[in-house]
């Protein structure tokens, strides 16, 4: 069982920047070492889309065509952690930012990441 908590979410300025970050609780290092971790966000009235994953050992990265140049997703599995780094935003990118992690699946279906957090709010002001 994995339990995830996001932090970082606020409201910023077009062209700002924020950090998320997602903390893995309830797994041992090595249960988390085995898990891929994704970012996906939904806005109101929208279905959840993907943002951005990194496999288990932190050596390959997927970003949406949205997040391209400007967000970067990272782990640190000596602390239980993943962050997506947010710059250059744009009100479209106003939404809740929710962490996911699954042991098998590595890729944008949010459909199969089993475990989820409770999402955090990033809200960016034109």
């Known amino acids: 069982q994995v339990q995830l908590v996001e932090s970082g979410g606020g409201l910023v300025q077009a062209g700002g920047s924020l950090r998320l970050s997602c903390a893995a609780s309830?797994?041992?290092?090595?249960?988390?070492?085995?898990?891929?971790l994704g970012w996906f966000r939904q806005a109101p009235g929208k279905e959840r889309e993907f943002v951005a994953a990194v496999n288990w050992g932190g050596d390959r990265t997927v970003l949406a065509d949205s997040a391209k140049g400007r967000f970067a997703i990272s782990r640190d599995n000596a602390k239980n952690t993943v962050s997506l780094e947010m710059n250059s935003l744009k009100p479209e990118d106003t939404a809740v930012y929710y962490c996911?992690?699954?042991?098998?699946?590595?890729?944008?279906?949010?459909?199969?990441?089993?475990?989820w957090g409770q999402g955090t709010q990033v809200t960016v002001s034109s």
């Open positions: 309830g797994a041992s290092g090595r249960t988390f070492r085995n898990h891929a």
């Open positions: 996911a992690a699954d042991r098998g699946y590595d890729g944008i279906d949010p459909r199969r990441y089993q475990y």
